[in-house]
């Protein structure tokens, strides 16, 4: 259940000249009501003026931030439940019912687990050195079965500093998925497929550099899926191939992915440039967090990057005034089921802006996790 509350009325917005568009005041919802546009803004994202104003008035929560030492031994235990179940099911089908019941509530629920831990990694909260976070995130990313760690920290870094940039947040969905994937067929494609397009559309959108990272993730990852597969088959492989299916598909964890940044209360209008933008980021403060690292705690991280997912829920209580009233989800479940029958809610319904430009991009520093 979603709950619709205020919006970020109350916090100074800075905005910018927009008159140079020629869409300007142009209604992006259609004739029946519904948007077949996004939700065009010129106003900057409230995470960088919440932050300043939590650090004015409570600038103790400087003190949350920084790594937090016990998420190695969690990650390595959750990596080591993976290898014990594949090996397990090495001679089990990987079409029987008990290979999948195992792949879906195990390996699902594991591999979202490590998803999130290679996201906790990326903002160099695993470790102090920012070259141990990426070392360990090769580590974890074996159960996931393909490279995808080293990649996964640049593009992440853009969509916290370019948060809605239709070029460099390549969270947002495209004109394409939006057009064709708005209806209940195509909005359950992309709910139970939606690894793929998180997999794909980064390197179809905007491109980062390779580095030797990149290079060591691939070579590890490989080495490891030819000894799994040389010492205990190709079900093993296929185990975990399955569980980061599942883990990005229709799994109660998934509902992150749908739930952080989409609209879940649209308004009956909007006037692209012009209307102040509904809120933008839901958090979740349910029972699946235990699973994810607290990521649903996602109005907090997008403040404070660099607080890890342990001091997330203090950061929430010592500035509650600012997180009292925002959007929340009640139910992962229940937002994914929203996300795909509610004809209020299509691949639309995202807070866009206008790329930031080559110039700023270039001047990314991919190690400071501050916004």
């Excluded at 065009?40 to 003190?63: G, N, S």
Aim: proline share 6%; charged share 20%.
């Amino acid at each position: 259940m979603t709950v619709k509350t205020r919006s970020m009325d109350s916090v100074e917005q800075k905005t910018v000249d927009v008159s140079q568009f020629s869409d300007l005041g142009q209604d992006n919802h259609d004739k029946e009501g519904l948007a077949s546009d996004f939700y065009w803004t010129k106003v900057k994202d409230p995470h960088t003026i919440r932050r300043k104003l939590i650090m004015k008035k409570y600038p103790q929560v400087t003190k949350l931030c920084g790594p937090e030492p016990f998420t190695k031994y969690i990650a390595t235990f959750v990596v080591l439940t993976q290898f014990t179940a594949a090996y397990l099911l090495r001679n089990t089908h990987p079409v029987s019912f008990i290979f999948l019941l195992i792949a879906y509530v195990l390996g699902g629920t594991c591999n979202q687990n490590v998803f999130m831990c290679i996201h906790e990694l990326s903002h160099n909260l695993g470790f102090k050195k920012p070259l141990f976070n990426k070392l360990f995130s090769i580590f974890v990313n074996f159960p996931i079965g393909v490279p995808y760690s080293a990649s996964f920290q640049p593009y992440h870094q853009l969509h916290h500093k370019f948060l809605g940039d239709e070029k460099y947040d390549t969270d947002l969905p495209t004109k394409f998925e939006a057009r064709f994937l708005s209806s209940i067929p195509g909005k359950l494609f992309f709910a139970t497929f939606q690894i793929f397009f998180y997999a794909l559309r980064p390197i179809c959108v905007t491109q980062v550099p390779l580095t030797w990272i990149h290079l060591l993730n691939v070579i590890v990852q490989i080495s490891v899926d030819y000894l799994v597969i040389t010492l205990w088959g190709w079900y093993s492989f296929f185990y975990f191939l399955l569980s980061s299916f599942f883990a990005g598909s229709l799994h109660p964890t998934a509902g992150h992915f749908v739930g952080e940044h989409y609209i879940f209360d649209p308004p009956e209008h909007f006037k692209k440039f012009v209307d102040a933008p509904p809120a933008e980021t839901y958090s979740y403060y349910g029972f699946l967090n235990t699973f994810v690292w607290n990521v649903g705690y996602h109005n907090e991280h997008h403040d404070f990057p660099y607080i890890p997912w342990s001091r997330l829920p203090e950061l929430r209580r010592e500035a509650a005034e600012f997180y009292e009233g925002l959007p929340t989800h009640e139910s992962w479940v229940w937002t994914i089921i929203d996300f795909i029958f509610n004809y209020d809610i299509t691949m639309y319904n995202r807070i866009k802006r206008h790329t930031a430009g080559k110039k700023a991009r270039s001047e990314v520093d991919f190690e400071d996790n501050s916004r």
